[in-house]
Structure formats: structure tokens, C-alpha cells
């Protein structure tokens, strides 16, 4: 009898995907659904990024370098330096989304058995890939009451053993919303240095920060050989089919050591590297019209939501998700019901249980997370049904 | 100090890119080259692919389906009943190029410290899959005297261990150019089914067979459970930097958990399935067209290499590489040569030594791999180069 392997049988599947069969079946009942459950946004797409693919004229689609196109590196050399990161052509590898700059640093820096601490609750495919480079995830809680602020430098120190290679943040957070601040960044810069870890810090929400601007880890001074950035054009153009993300670091021996993983796997898409080139040329006021829409729409879920008897939503500083902590039994049961045996007016909302982001068992039974990717009409929409569901739910504590 | 991870250190470089540097050294000197070396066809894409993504006029650069754009799965279902391998459209998952594809049988089937057989010379960044996999290659040799053939089967039996959990082929291959023939297809069947041991073929280069037909894995009888098809558009269409694959197989554990790792990186790039689909419907004759030229190649450097004093080249029944033995002391010194030492009316050829496709140390120090990616008449300059070339190297025997 042929077997998959132990890593394939460990894999988790996708917290967020998980539902999807309900909603299908809903949607198949006639019902409406609205999609909070996953961070495909709405908006366009900017016209000038997908008409820089529309016009092109080359004849070969070529393979690019490996590290991608010179001419975009040296435009995201451009870009970086626009948000006060100083880097130069090569120092960024090109890569197939952020999804692959994650991959790279933690085959590069970490060996099997190794392990990462990551606050919790955090990214769910970070376990995915963390299964691909066999490392182990140790997830250190952050809590919905101080809106999920870096834990305590005390809680992270704990978790740090001999095999603890590095820390990964994301930064505003996906799923918290919660925007690092400058002295939390040190603090971090601190643990880094004193126990010899690298910093991986996902930054594909960077320009979405409604109060007050992000301090990357690209800012942290005298650490520029800890700090790898992972980055991706996926939200912060809606361009998250292109699969274009970079890999940003100043350490010549991890570049080194990531350019051979790029180069066994040839090439980043070449269709979307035209698109992430085009788009470093926006007008510089482009992010200020999506982050005016999006913080409309995150002043009325959180408004909406706190308005819920039993319900509290911190308010997220950035990215486009808020954590909510409902008067329920169980998330995963709750967000199920949902799709499978509740609508309001015939429409019902999916929602992303937030157990799935937890690395501890247990925890996060009672939230979820809603990415306001919707306009403010369907949120709206949204929240009619979830706070109805509130009242009818079985399962309400 | 900051290390990076062992794997990061064992991730070999390209053999087909290490060489860089001295061909941009060459140019500089105003020397023409003749790139040989990578298998980047010059032929154009076709105008209709290419057409497909610039008349596209969605809004939204969305995520697509982890599996791929069920309309492209659709179709590709379509092309595989066109060259007799049946499956359906949940039996494929659209990847990031036919390296994603090998990654994913990699780590769904093996384990950190299983083994892989492979006959060598063997398409190089296997080994860097096998790396990132943890997972170990153990060659088994095939030899120019006989074209490459597949070795013995008890040459191939005495390799395997209770380690052992696959066989990868490349049929018609790279970097030999060799189309296995039915009876060894059964022959491999054979050992698979006694070992029980899954068999990886990558077949990017299916249509492109000089005499006889492919006879894909996918034709094999009874053994559906083992057989994993890795897939691309890239040489088929000439579409290298689509970065559009396939893994195929028919094995639902395998599949179920290889959607685990295609859901953690969420989608393969959207743009290039757009012009996987539209490649779909190129007409019939569309790579009759394409063989004839790369045919034309191959016969006519075949031809002008065994024509130079005491070099060897087996006639390749496939694929668009030809490995040819040369009156060398060491294929790596003399590639280097060729570019830093060496031109003939200021021209000259870049070629990969075969040392790199070779898992066995010391093996094909006197072979080169030449790529036939280039019309005839360059393909004629090249080889007037490498023929001068022979005549004047110091190292020759």
C-alpha cells in the first residue's frame, strides 16, 4: 500500500477554505452570502498596473532572472526607499508571492527541527510552510483585551530555547489588525540581538495604517543582518493572483543562500512582474484613496460590532481584518451554523473562526475574524445578519 | 554570529547558471555568444496565447482556485484525453511552473531521509528540490554509449532500500535528450509495483519527439495509484515565464494532500492560466510546425558534432538537448575556457558541462549538454566555434 508522507499527512488545510462547501451549498439554497471570511479585496485592481500586462509587446515569454527582472528590482529600490527602507537591486530576490519569500527564509535560516516563535493569534499558512521546511512553530499568545499588542518581552524570552532560530511578526497583522509600535519594534530589536535570532517581518499590509504610519523592521538600526522582509504586492495593489512578492534582506549569506532556492525554481511569473513594475509608478496619492475606504469601513464594522450586546472588537490599527470575541459557544460550530442553518432576509455572512490561528489548542473558541474587504453597504449587510444570528444561535453564552 | 541553516549550505547553485558571469565578461570584450547552455527557446510564443492575457479585461488581479481556474483545469483535461491520459479535471492541480510540481510530489510522498531514484544524468535542480525536501537522490547511471537508455533493471534494483519511495524520470528527457520506449516504460512498471514505489514523470517535453511517439507514464495500466505526471506550458508553448505547471495523478490521498500545499500558497499566478487556457485551443498542426524546426536542429547539430575529430553525440529522440562527448580533460575548465580564453571571429559558444547532471561524483567530465534553442544558421556558428575550439584548447586528449 503506497503511503503520503508524514508531512503531507500533517499539512493542515486552510482554516479559511474549510467552510467553503457550506457556503456553497447556501448559495445553491438561494441564500446570499457576504465574504468576510478571506482577504481577496474588492477593490480594483489599478487600471495602469493591468494595462502595463494589456500593452505589452514582447514576443517570448521568457523565463526572468531568477532574482527577477533588473529593471523592477531597481524599482523596488525606488519603492523601498519611498517608505524609508535603504536598500539596493540585490538585496531583493523577486519571489512567487509573499507566500514564497516565507518559504526562503525559513528553508534558508532555519533546519529541520528548528524552531520559530510567532505571536499568536497569527497568519495560519505560516504553519503550512513551516511544515514544508519541517520547523516547529511556537506560538507565544497575544490577547484580544489589549486589542493583541506585542506579549510581554517576558513571555517571549520564555519560549526561546537552543533550537529557536528566529521570530516572525506581521506587521499591521493579519489576523489582528494590530499595528506594532515603534517602542514594541525595539523591544523586539532587543530580543533579537541578545539571543541571536533573525526577524522575519511580513509586511504586505505596510501602507494600510490608519493611525499613524508603520515602523518596519526594515527601520531598526544595527540589526540589518537579523532582519529579513517579506513582502508582496498582493494587497497593496489587489493584485493577489499576480503572485509577485519580494524577499528583502540585507545579509549577503542569507541572499546568497535564498538566490540558490530562487534559482532551482528558475524564475517569478513574468506577466505580474510587468504589473508590480508598473504599479511602483502610481500617482503618490493612490494608497490614500484605498486607506480612506478601508478605514471607513473599519470605523463601521468595529462600530457595528461593538454595538452587539456581548460583543467586543478591538480597534485594528492597520491591515484590513478585525478580531471580534462573541457570546458563543464555539467559533467553528458558530461560523458553520452560519452558512448551514441561518439567513436574515435570505443572506448569512462567512466569517474565518479564528481557532485556526491560534497555535494553542483551545484557543480562540469564542472569535473570529472579518476582513472588511466589502464596501460599507455590504458590511452593513453583514453585520444585520451576524447580529441576528447572535440572538437566534443555539449555542449563545 | 547569525548562521544560516545547513540545507541553505547544501542548496547547490545552478550548474547552468555558474557560468554567467564569464559569458557577461565575454560581451563586454564585444565576443558574440552563442547561448547553448539553457533551454530558453527562442521560438516565439504563440500570438493567440500571448493575445489571451492582453485582451483580458477583468477589474480584479484575483486569487484564483488553489487548484487553478476550474475553466483551465477543464480544458486541460481536454489535452490530456488528446495524447491518451485519462483524468479528470479534480485529478489536476495547476502549479507555479513544473518545478512546483516537483516540489509537491516531493514533499507529499517523501519524508526527511527517503530516497529518490533517479537515472543520471539527471535535469540538475532536482537536486535542489530534493534539498529543500530533505530528501536523498540516488543516481543511477545511464550512459552515452548506448543514448542514455534507461539503465538495467537490476542495475536500478540494486539501488533500492526500505528507504527508497520513488523513481523520477524525465521522458523525453533533459539533459539527454533520450524518449524511453514502451518496453522500458514496462520495465519500470514492473519495478514499481514490486517495490511499491511511486514514479514521478516529468514530461515537459511531450511533443517534442523526433521518432515515434511518448509513451507517457499516464499510459501505464493498473498502476494509476503510482503514477505522478509533473507537467508545464513552459517548453510546450514557449512560455517559460508563465511559471504555469501541472501535477497530475489519479492517487486521492495524494492529491488531497497536495492541495494542502497549494492552498498554503494560496493560488498559481492568474495571468499565465489565462494563457495556458487559450494554448488549449491552438490548432492541431500547431506543434507539427515547431517539431519540424526543432528537428531541423537536432539533426543538424548532431550531425556537425560527430563530424568533429573524436567527439561522440547519440542521436536524441526527444526533447531539444543533445549530450555530446568531447576530447576533454574536464567539461567545466573548458566551458570556462570557451568564454574567457576563447573566440573565433569574435564568437563563441556558452554549453553546460555535464558535471552537474550528474549525482555521482567525478561522472561526465568529458560531456557537455548542448541546448538546440537557436535557428540553424546560429546553430552552425556555434558549432564552427566549438569545432575550432577543439583544435586550439590546451586540455585537449
Chains 1, 2 share one sequence.
Not at 190 to 206: G, M, P, Q, T
Not at 284 to 306: G, P
Amino acid at each position: 500500500m503506497l503511503q503520503i508522507s508524514q508531512r503531507g499527512q500533517q499539512m493542515p488545510p486552510s482554516p479559511i477554505r474549510k467552510l467553503v462547501p457550506y457556503a456553497e451549498a447556501a448559495k445553491k439554497k438561494g441564500v446570499k452570502v457576504y465574504h468576510l471570511n478571506i482577504g481577496q479585496p474588492d477593490i480594483e485592481t489599478p487600471k495602469m498596473v493591468l494595462d502595463a500586462v494589456r500593452n505589452s509587446d514582447f514576443k517570448v515569454l521568457e523565463y526572468s532572472h531568477s532574482a527577477g527582472n533588473e529593471s523592477y528590482r531597481k524599482k523596488l529600490v525606488k519603492y523601498y526607499e519611498s517608505v524609508g527602507i535603504h536598500v539596493n537591486q540585490n538585496e531583493i530576490i523577486v519571489t512567487t508571492g509573499g507566500s514564497e519569500a516565507i518559504l526562503f527564509g525559513f528553508m534558508t535560516c532555519l533546519d529541520a527541527g528548528d524552531e520559530v516563535i510567532i505571536p499568536e493569534p497569527f497568519y495560519a499558512n505560516y504553519n503550512g510552510f513551516a511544515v514544508a521546511a519541517d520547523v516547529k512553530v511556537v506560538p507565544v499568545t497575544s490577547h484580544i483585551e489589549s486589542g493583541f499588542a506585542l506579549p510581554p518581552i517576558e513571555e517571549i524570552e520564555k519560549k526561546i530555547t537552543a533550537k529557536t532560530k528566529a521570530i516572525v511578526i506581521c506587521n499591521p497583522n493579519n489576523p489582528t489588525g494590530y499595528l506594532y509600535s515603534e517602542a514594541e519594534m525595539q523591544q523586539l530589536k532587543e530580543i533579537i540581538v541578545k539571543h541571536n535570532l533573525y526577524l522575519f517581518s511580513d509586511e504586505a499590509y505596510r501602507e494600510f495604517c490608519y493611525e499613524g504610519k508603520q515602523f518596519s523592521a526594515g527601520h531598526l538600526t544595527g540589526v540589518e543582518d537579523h532582519v529579513i522582509i517579506m513582502d508582496t504586492i498582493s494587497k497593496r495593489y489587489s493584485a493577489c493572483g499576480g503572485r509577485i512578492g519580494a524577499f528583502v534582506t540585507k545579509n549577503k549569506s542569507v541572499l546568497d543562500a535564498a538566490m540558490k532556492f530562487a534559482q532551482a525554481r528558475l524564475s517569478p511569473p513574468s506577466f505580474a512582474q510587468i504589473a508590480g513594475e508598473a504599479a511602483i509608478d502610481l500617482p503618490a496619492d493612490y494608497f490614500d484613496t484605498t486607506k480612506a475606504e478601508y478605514k471607513s469601513r473599519r470605523d463601521l464594522i468595529v462600530k457595528r460590532l461593538n454595538a452587539m450586546e456581548g460583543v467586543f472588537c478591538p480597534n485594528p490599527g492597520g491591515a484590513f481584518y478585525a478580531m471580534a470575541k462573541l457570546p458563543i459557544d464555539d467559533a467553528d460550530k458558530f461560523c458553520q451554523w452560519l452558512l448551514e442553518s441561518f439567513s436574515y432576509k435570505n443572506e448569512t455572512v462567512m466569517l474565518a473562526p479564528a481557532t485556526g490561528f491560534y497555535g494553542t489548542p483551545g484557543l480562540g473558541k469564542q472569535e473570529v475574524r472579518l476582513a472588511y474587504v466589502l464596501n460599507t453597504t455590504a458590511i452593513n449587510g453583514a453585520m444585520d445578519c451576524l447580529e441576528e444570528a447572535l440572538k437566534q444561535y443555539p449555542g449563545r453564552k
